[in-house]
């Protein structure tokens, strides 16, 4: 499994912000998912009803999990493939390098996949001798630079096209020194040369699947590169890796969820490739793999059905809510320290890892409300970050000094006489120390809070209170 | 056994057992009925406007479509096409049955094989099963007679559709293939594989700068075969009057 950095979370955070890299990539980027997104939405009038067309198929989906999990295991095997029902990550590495070994491989080419990222699939087959090839354009530099995707979407969203010519320059050592990129297309070009000898070596392909469909047994992927396809045609073995909450009931309801999708994601109305695939090669078909097998994973989901955090297991991966974060886009995917960044992973993290090493990251937000807003499955992100941080409050490990002004805090709102006098005293001691200035740029008690921003001073006029008892008063005259 | 605790731990959490038997009978009649959800009302359009629907969705997304009356201009189109892109005239052909029909004598220079495709090859010919003019996108279910490596190995892909095989709404190809397709291997109507290709392949890893030509084909060309009267453009034919489709667009003062 991917270690963990989330509890430096804090630290992580500042060096990305001091990152002169990483702030230029975030600035390049800034902008170009929201606006395409918002076209592409704007092209669609029906949208926000197909957002609760996809929020109901999902939760019907969930409240019938096992039923419809049986119905596509059925499908599967009758269309020849195989499925390898795996209820922790460990299981699931296991079963993958058992295929793969069974298989003979010795190069295993990759589609990007946010559950192999999960389940360390990569180094685990390195371990055991099996060269895994990451195809996705994004995924084959990072695993270049040995890195993490910083984005579930657009995994080399950190990097800068200099970083790119500097890597292909570092590593490719067997094409000219001198050879010039131009152009980005340049950069592309070489890749799409080298991993086409990957594919025609590969033995196993793996790939990750956004969807299983319980009508047919069919589990579907969606890319632009067109890697994800030659991954799975060309070895003689597909595998896809999915976790339990990706399957949905039929071809309709994977549909209406296929039109939010690439519309939230990149903006597109449909992404260049999706496919469906459905058991092994047929007897008289030219290509395609002999062998199918999807491998299942429960990874921490089921613990997640009958609680608060439920409605997170509707996500579909598109991204939107990191794209539309400000946290997110001042400090990037890796500060979040897992595999998972942004709002989404805010409330996944802890829920598959655990909250004790993840605390910090349900205050990771500024609950502007702008990631619910965009979800195409319309989950409650600041309502579940909420939760989190009421129960890392009551399992006491918040930093004693903040429960203790939590505690006064609660104290006084539990008596209102004694919150409204002590608010009063407060607002007026802060106008008399404030007057003339406007802003405090640093308080008592109060340095995390203006470290970052400066508290205005309060305005004559007394609190909320006092000035709305006056203004009914006026009104009622 | 995994299958067991698994599905033991889902029902811990949905706080059940298993469903009870009519629970279970009313979702396997969902299975069988697949209800169909909301559709965008942007492909209920009469015929000859679900066309040009279809080709302005992909020209939209870079690829490009040529019209010819019927299966007898294909060979002149694509020698056009590929000299035009300066590409040679070699070709990878769809073993498919329509297309020995093709007077590809006409053409002699062209020269093609019917097989599945080699990394070798710059120029693949596809056969069209479906295209849905909601997104401009080509559906293309493999079979003996159009093998997957086709939409993948050549640079250049071209596709010959007939205009009748294009639908509004992918919910209209799924009932069609439904209808018309057998797999023999699991007794059902899903092939292997079925690619939706919108487009020619690209990548935005770089800058969220988008670059076409990724691992796929960088040229996607869509030969249409005017084989639908009623598909016609306005004014090339008799068309017949358009029909008021469930859902479509109100007609001014409805
Ligand atoms: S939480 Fe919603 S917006 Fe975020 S990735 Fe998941 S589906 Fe997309």
Request: with cysteine.
């Amino acid at each position: 499994m991917v270690a963990i950095t989330s509890p430096a979370f804090k630290e992580n955070a500042a060096r990305a912000l001091a990152d002169p890299g990483l702030q230029k990539a975030l600035g390049t980027a800034k902008g170009a998912f929201l606006q395409r997104r918002a076209q592409a939405v704007a092209n669609l009038p029906e949208f926000e009803r197909l957002r609760e067309i996809g929020r109901d198929i999902k939760n019907h989906t969930l409240a019938n999990l096992d039923f419809y999990l049986d119905a596509y295991e059925a499908k599967v095997l009758a269309a020849g493939g195989m499925v390898h029902w795996c209820s922790t990550p460990d299981d699931a590495r296991a079963v993958v390098l058992e295929i793969c070994r069974k298989a003979g491989a010795k190069t295993v080419t990759k589609g990007k996949s946010m559950i192999s990222e999960e389940l360390g699939i990569n180094a685990h087959l390195e371990a055991n001798g099996i060269r895994p090839v990451e195809t996705d354009l994004g995924e084959y530099i990072l695993q270049l630079r040995q890195e993490h995707p910083s984005h579930i979407i657009a995994p080399a969203f950190h990097l800068n096209r200099e970083d790119w010519e500097a890597d292909f320059r570092r590593l490719h050592t067997d094409l000219p020194a001198d050879r010039v990129f131009a152009e980005r297309r340049d950069i592309l070009a070489e890749a799409r040369t080298k991993l086409r000898e990957k594919f025609l070596q590969a033995d196993v392909g793996i790939t990750g699947a956004n969807f299983l469909i319980a009508e047919t047994g069919s589990s579907v992927i969606v890319t632009n590169e067109g890697n994800g396809d030659l991954t799975q045609t060309l070895p003689r073995v597909h595998i896809a890796l999915a976790s339990i909450e990706k399957v949905v009931p039929t071809l309709e309801d994977a549909t209406s969820l296929l039109r939010l999708l690439a519309r939230s994601a990149t903006g597109q109305d449909f992404s260049v490739y999706t496919t469906f695939s459905t058991g092994a090669r047929r007897e008289a078909d030219l290509d395609g793999p002999e062998e199918y097998h999807v491998v299942l994973i429960d990874g921490g989901r089921s613990n997640m059905l009958g609680t608060d955090f439920q409605e997170m297991l509707r996500c579909i991966r598109c991204a939107a809510c990191m794209n539309h974060c400000p946290v997110y886009g001042a400090v990037g995917g890796h500060a979040y320290g897992w595999v998972y960044p942004g709002p989404m992973g805010s409330v996944l993290t802890p829920s598959l890892v655990g909250i004790d090493k993840t605390g910090l990251l349900p205050n990771a937000s500024t609950f502007c409300g702008r990631c619910e807003s965009v979800c195409p499955v319309k989950i409650p992100l600041p309502k579940l970050m909420r939760h989190w941080r009421e129960r890392e409050f009551e399992r006491h490990l918040t930093p004693t000094a903040q429960r203790s002004n939590l505690n006064l805090w609660a104290w006084f709102a539990r008596r209102p006489n004694a919150y409204r006098w002590a608010t009063r005293a407060a607002i007026g001691a802060l106008g008399l120390l404030g007057r003339g200035k406007g802003a405090f740029r640093s308080l008592p008690l109060a340095g995390g809070w203006t470290e970052g921003r400066d508290l205005p001073a309060p305005e004559p006029g007394g609190t909320f209170m006092a000035r709305y008892a006056r203004q009914q008063r006026g009104a009622r005259r | 056994m995994t299958k067991e605790a698994i599905l033991g731990a889902i029902r811990r959490g949905l706080k059940r057992g298993p469903l009870p038997a009519e629970q279970q009978a009313m979702l396997a009649g969902r299975l069988a009925t697949h209800p169909r959800h909301l559709i965008p009302a942007r492909s209920r359009l009469p015929r000859p406007d679900q066309v040009a629907l279809f080709i302005r969705n992909v020209e939209k997304e870079f690829g490009t479509v040529e019209r010819v009356p019927d299966l007898a201009g294909v060979p002149a189109a694509l020698a056009e096409y590929l000299a035009a892109q300066n590409l040679p005239s070699r070709f990878v052909m769809a073993p498919h049955p329509e297309f020995e029909g093709i007077p590809w004598a006409d053409r002699p220079l062209l020269e093609f094989e019917r097989r599945r495709a080699e990394a070798t090859d710059q120029v693949s010919l596809q056969h069209g099963w479906a295209a849905v003019a909601e997104t401009g996108t080509l559906m293309l279910p493999s079979a003996p007679g159009r093998p997957t490596t086709l939409n993948l190995l050549a640079e250049t892909e071209v596709v010959v559709l007939r205009a009748s095989a294009i639908v509004g709404a992918y919910e209209e190809a799924w009932d069609r293939l439904r209808a018309e397709n057998q797999d023999a291997r699991s007794g059902g109507f899903m092939p292997r594989n079925i690619m939706f290709v919108t487009g020619p392949s690209r990548s935005a890893d770089i800058e969220q700068t988008l670059e076409l030509g990724a691992h796929g084909p960088r040229r996607l060309h869509v030969i249409l075969v005017d084989d639908d009267l009623a598909a016609l453009p306005m004014g090339d034919a008799v068309a017949p009057p358009p029909v008021a489709l469930p859902g479509g667009p109100a007609a001014p003062g409805d």
